[in-house]
């Protein structure tokens, strides 16, 4: 028996090391089970959070988005009811031939905003007025919405005294739409005087087709925007009182389910590794567990391998960018890991002992503070604040757990550079990329706050818009990194005019907008405007050449002129543009008829498209005669737009609003093709002369267009003379030589219009393909008191003769005109003295009398 007792007890530890090692692994495999469920549980988590965010701001921005249609509708409809002209053509008479014939209130608001239904509803509560789908109908608005009225009449006329409109939602044979009423009021307008009636109510009507709410969509991010369905209860947006007019529903995006797609296989399939792993590990510690008990000197082996694993923990701790730490019950460090002196730059050794709280410092109180919170979840981390070894400033992410009442130990990640970037981005959002100043957002949020705060009329809110003048030359010549440098010396120079408190954003290419937030007095602003002109007046030295650009400024103030952050915006531009008009480098405040003059104006544009559209505009002809002899030569086109209502409008008040809104195309292409189809029926030896404006060279295919017109007309084109100013040569000299060389070969002819009242002209005449010139009216008319202008067009006419150019004298008004131009062999001349512009029918028998 004693003989067998080693060998017995060996078979035991044998089997008790096995079963040791087994259940050591079996429960580091639960552990990792526990791990792979976890991570499977938090990824689900995750995703259904995406998913419900998702959700969230899909919601959101949908609610934005029919937000933004309801102001939109509301504006359109205030600027169409509080107008004078509406109010005179729509509730004192009902007008369709003003209304719908000349498109004032008629099928281009289908046209051009979709407006599927658009009605006039009188003082007594009749349909007098009705546009459905752009075309002209007797219905009745009540019937056509299937809606009760009165609610929606009343409301808008409650609005007349404050010009203020409303809106509502309504179901039309189960399609939602969006109605915006408005009284329709005289507006501005001195010349309209009130009848005392109860006002009549303009109503727009916005349809939410799908191809409409897809668009909306699209605008505002939101998928698959639609009319919801009855069965649909999720992402759901509900229109009208508890959706009484119909619901909009979405398709938010499914991170989540995208993230579960990708994540739950590579955990799966990571746990089928590890079970592998387990499978192959649990065979090999077996059998080394049986070897282990073998002998004495595999014990010593096995101390040595947990030495050396040890050892390694150690050196994967040390190679981490992460320092690991632990502090006692009383916050003081017990231990710090060698990365500790890498990563801070201080010594770990003298920190052993010292208190964390000396160390690391949070925005939440003190650290142990955060430590001690009751039921702290340990897989929280915070955000502390500590000083390197340099003096600077560093940013830790801490995580910690509780070490059974011990104390603490956890990690430390050094995470600076990360939240400097994302305060960075943070900053780019709100902020120019160029300039560093504030962006159209941070103006906005700015705004919105400053006008939280409601401004009184001692203590307002000012804005000024300010648009540079000059500065688009910096960028043609010195090129745009020039432009850049000025825009940031211009910027700078702006914030230094300043104080603390007001703001300074850039929102265009060269538009800035300055908010003041302490200013009493309209001196205090036009002070301010006066130094900030003279400061960005100053040079701007670029390399070695000095730049020099101006500025002009349009102010508006709340609660004075709007208080509304959009309205304040507009009412700036509006002044900013009558500063402009007022010839730049000045300030205008805004004043009430500034947006009654642009109103104005938009309605001349619009009478103007109508005009050239429907044949208002008719074209005289100025006879041209040979001074030596009186021989009719040719004659210059003159365009006239006898406006029904307004008389005679001048070419010199509708010509720059052709030029500014596109439409100069459009009347130089009428006035072209009129012209040319007039002249091929006069005598062969007579030429037609027309003006082209310098707007024509940048745009418009100017050479395709007179093309077209000579070979529609048939007329000869040396029988063709294009006017042009010296401005076209100022603006792009080498795209407008091209121009001209390329005209000159379909065979025209082309002449310097108003000579002498440019600059450098006889480098461009020398340099340019032009047959003649021509003398500005200005020198002939001061011939009676100014001798120089009668050696100037002595010059001027030899200059012409030494270059070989055709010379003709504008504006000739008195016999002692003719008379000087004879006497120094000018070539041609016109003007009152020799026959005033005449109609088509009036010039051809002049040239029947004359031939």
Same mark, same amino acid.
């Given at each position: ?9 060996? !078979? ?75 109010? +005179? ?9 003003? *209304? ?39 219905? *009745? ?10 609610? =929606? ?58 191809? &409409? ?12 925007? %639609? ?158 604040? $500590?000083?390197?070894?340099?003096? %600077? ?14 104390? $603490? ?17 943070? $900053? ?28 009184? !009329? ?13 500065? &688009? ?57 006066? +130094? ?69 104006? +938009? ?51 509708? =010509? ?58 048939? =007329? ?28 000159? +070969? ?27 010139? &021509? ?67 009036? $010039? ?8």
């Amino acid at each position: 028996m004693p003989n067998n007792l080693p060998a017995v007890t060996c !078979a035991s530890s044998n089997r008790s090391s096995v079963a040791l090692a087994r259940g050591s692994l079996f429960k580091f495999v639960g552990l990792l089970a526990g791990v792979f469920v976890l991570a499977s549980c938090s990824l689900i988590y995750l995703a259904r959070d995406l998913d419900r965010n998702e959700e969230v701001e899909s919601a959101f921005y949908t609610r934005k988005a029919v937000q933004a249609l309801e102001k939109s509708l509301r504006t359109t409809v205030k600027d169409y009811a509080f107008w004078g002209d509406a109010y +005179r053509h729509l509730h004192v008479k009902v007008d369709p031939d003003w *209304a719908f014939v000349r498109q004032n209130v008629g099928p281009t608001l289908y046209s051009d905003f979709g407006f599927q239904g658009l009605f006039v509803v009188d003082a007594v509560d009749h349909t007098v007025y009705s546009v459905i789908e752009g075309e002209l109908q007797s219905v *009745a608005a009540g019937e056509w919405l299937h809606q009760a009225l009165p609610g =929606i009449l009343a409301e808008a006329r409650a609005g007349a005294e404050t010009e203020t409109a409303t809106t509502t939602f309504v179901n039309i044979a189960g399609v939602p739409a969006l109605v915006a009423a408005a009284a329709i009021t005289p507006g501005t307008d001195p010349t309209v005087v009130p009848d005392g009636r109860p006002p009549s109510v303009l109503i727009f009507v916005d349809v939410f087709t799908d191809a &409409k709410l897809a668009k909306m969509g699209e605008e505002f991010g939101i998928n698959q925007l %639609r009319v919801a369905t009855p069965d649909e209860a999720t992402s759901v947006f509900a229109l009208g009182d508890d959706g009484s007019a119909g619901s909009l529903h979405w398709r938010p995006s499914t991170p989540g389910a995208r993230l579960l797609a990708v994540g739950l296989p590579l955990i799966g399939l990571s746990a089928l590794l590890v079970c592998l792993m387990t499978w192959a590990i649990l065979r090999r510690t077996t059998a080394g567990a049986r070897v282990l008990d073998a002998s004495f000197s595999t014990l010593k082996s096995s101390q040595d391998a947990l030495a050396t694993s040890e050892a390694r923990f150690r050196d994967v701790v040390e190679a981490s960018s992460d320092w690991v730490w632990e502090i006692d019950r009383g916050g003081r460090f017990t231990y710090l890991s060698d990365r500790f002196d890498a990563v801070t730059g201080l010594s770990g050794s003298t920190w052993i002992g010292e208190s964390i709280n000396a160390l690391l410092s949070t925005e939440l109180g003190t650290l142990t503070q955060w430590l001690s919170i009751p039921n702290r979840r340990p897989d929280i981390s915070i955000l502390c604040y $500590f000083v390197d070894s340099q003096g %600077r400033q560093r940013i830790t992410r801490l995580s910690a757990r509780d070490m059974a009442g011990q104390g $603490f130990r956890g990690t430390a990640t050094d995470v600076t550079e990360e939240v400097e970037a994302r305060r960075r981005i943070e $900053f780019l959002s709100q902020h120019d990329a160029l300039t560093g100043l504030p962006n159209r957002t941070r103006l906005q949020e700015f705004l919105d706050g400053k006008l939280k705060a409601v401004p009184t !009329a001692e203590q307002p809110l000012v804005m000024l818009s300010l648009d540079l003048d000059r500065f &688009k030359p910096v960028n043609d010549l010195l090129g745009h990194a020039a432009g850049d440098f000025v825009l940031n010396e211009v910027s700078t120079r702006l914030a230094d005019c300043i104080r603390n408190g007001d703001l300074v954003a850039r929102v265009g290419g060269d538009e800035f907008v300055l908010i003041l937030t302490d200013v009493s007095s309209q001196d205090e602003v036009e002070a301010l405007c006066q +130094r900030l002109i003279e400061s960005i007046e100053g040079p701007v030295l670029v390399g070695d050449q000095e730049v020099f650009v101006s500025a002009s400024i349009g102010i508006a103030m709340a609660p004075n002129d709007a208080c509304e952050a959009a309205e304040l915006l507009r009412y700036a531009d509006i002044a900013l543009y009558e500063a402009k008009a007022a010839g730049r480098n000045t300030w205008r405040f805004y004043a009430g008829e500034m947006n009654t003059r642009i109103i104005e104006r +938009r309605r001349l544009e619009n009478d103007l498209r109508f005009a050239i559209k429907h044949g208002e505009l008719k074209l005289h002809f100025q006879p041209r005669y040979r001074i030596a002899d009186g021989q009719m030569v040719g004659a210059e086109a003159l365009v006239r737009w006898q406006h029904p209502e307004r008389g005679l409008v001048p070419p010199d008040v509708f =010509i720059p609003i052709a030029e500014e809104s596109g439409l100069i195309l459009s009347l130089s292409n009428w006035v072209l093709d009129t012209a040319c189809h007039c002249a091929v029926l006069w005598p062969e030896h007579l030429f037609v002369s027309v003006n082209l404006s310098s707007t024509e060279f940048k745009r418009g295919n100017l050479v395709e267009r007179i093309q077209k017109a000579l070979k529609d007309s048939g =007329i000869d084109p040396g029988r063709v003379e294009l006017e042009i100013t010296e401005s076209v040569m100022l603006e792009d000299a080498s795209g407008a030589l091209e121009v001209m060389r390329t005209l000159k +070969r379909l065979g025209v002819r082309i002449s310097m219009d108003d000579f002498g009242t440019g600059y450098s002209s006889l480098s461009y005449l020398r340099a340019f393909p032009f047959d003649g010139l &021509k003398i500005d009216r200005s020198f002939l008319n001061r011939l009676d008191e100014s001798e120089d202008d009668k050696a100037i067009i002595r010059a001027i006419v030899g200059l012409g003769r030494a270059l070989s150019l055709t010379v003709t004298a504008e504006g000739i008004e008195t016999a002692e005109h003719l008379k000087l131009l004879k006497a120094v062999s000018c070539d041609e001349g016109q003007g009152y003295y020799l026959s005033r512009p005449l109609d088509v029918d009036a $010039f051809n028998d002049l040239v029947s009398v004359s031939a």
